[in-house]
């Protein structure tokens, strides 16, 4: 009597680049490699190239997914929302997937392109004049890139942060870094100032001075 052979799910470009992006968010970038996302989707590595052209390419589709998971300013009125809303929702992509700022930074993609036109067209529309525009987006990215580069540099695991607070119980002492301590201290414990977001308070500090700028621009148009 024979037995029934379950078929494998076929491959697809969108099943391979999903697969990939789980594998990388599970070990990191470096642990991308053909044969091993073959072996993930029980397929040998040559089945992939069907699909995809090669490495780079996998990446490339990786940063799309990722990059679809942010969202464009909305066109509403309240050009501030729309831009913070956006922002949040970028931020949250790039910190779901931690990799990935570091990549984008060195491979522009169309997505990133569009989203880069919406917030430019989002400011011009909400009344910023062409020249606070130009500084404006760029205070914006540079907080939603530099900001998700910075926490991708400050996750880490069980075992690093026993291993950090080893080190900065002998090293920073009291004594020599009286603040820094204190500063220190609060990372390892519960309280209040875990309750509020620095991505978004500092994105609503400069969402209220760009505010202020625009009230200027349109009393000088």
Known sequence: MSMAVTPRTPLSRERILRAALELVDEEGLDALTMRKLGQRLGF??????????????VIDGMLDLVLAEGEPPAPSDDWARAIRESAISVHTALR???????????????????????????????????????????????????FSLWESKHTFTAEQAAELASAFEREITVEAYPYLREHGEQHFAEGPHRDVSAFELGLDLILDGLQKIREQDRAQA
């Open 44 to 57: 040998e590595a040559m089945s992939l190239y069907n699909h995809v052209e090669n490495k780079d390419d």
């Open 96 to 146: 779901r997937h931690p990799w990935a700022v570091g990549v984008l930074l060195d491979r522009i993609r169309p997505a990133r392109l569009r989203y880069m036109d919406s917030l430019l067209g989002r400011l011009r529309e909400a009344g910023f004049s062409a020249e606070t525009t130009f500084t404006a987006y760029h205070i914006l990215d540079g907080h939603i890139i530099g």
